[in-house]
């Protein structure tokens, strides 16, 4: 299917319904994650502590994210996420990997990284190319965000042509690499 025709057939989500995907997914989340930074008015304050040299999160930073996080993984559904990483790594994306991946990875998340390179020729297989979210391996939830990476929207992929982004989803992750994995998970201090 071409891009226009299935642009045509999303339908919009409203944000407040989004998370009922997560309260009724019965097996996997998966997300994948393509931009350098994300302009999220809520982390806001955190990323400028961030950017000042502050290593560590006040308590309670991402609260309701570990808790939605560590809901799935009570109810046996897997939350896993592919982070494209470019070079130079972003100031953000430092900020994500430090005060974001170090919470929720030991909450249950499982988060693998893919470069550059390796993602040019792995999009080529669907229409539409930007952040989303499969859950179930059934249903696809587009993430719209304008040029500065704030957010403006979820469309919903009719589940029938959810096939080419679940396929993409399984080879993106073989692909990838555990964070735990890459020179990245130093970014936490970590062994």
Known sequence: MKETELYSQLKKIAPASFLNFFKEAKSSAFRLELLNAYAVAEETEALNQFGKGIKTPSHGFNHDWISLIEELAL???????????????????????????????????????????????????????????????????????????????????????????????????????????????ELLGND
């Not at 494209?84 to 909450?107: C, D, Q, T």
């Not at 249950?108 to 893919?114: A, F, H, L, P, Y």
Request: proline letters at 5%; aromatic letters at 14%; hydrophobic letters at 40%.
């Open 75 to 185: 109810r046996n559904v897997k939350m896993q996420r592919v982070r494209l990483i470019e070079e130079p790594v972003s100031e953000y994306l430092k900020f994500e990997i430090m005060w974001g991946y170090r919470l929720s990875v030991p909450a249950g998340e499982e988060i693998r990284i893919v470069d550059n390179p390796s993602m040019r020729s792995l999009i080529k297989t669907v229409p539409i190319v930007k952040d989303f979210w499969i859950f179930d391996d059934k249903t696809c939830v587009f993430l719209e965000y304008d040029f500065m990476g704030r957010f403006i929207g979820l469309q919903q992929l009719p589940d029938e042509e959810t096939v080419l982004y679940k396929k993409l989803k399984q080879t993106i992750w073989e692909q990838s690499r555990n964070i735990k994995e890459t020179r990245y998970w």
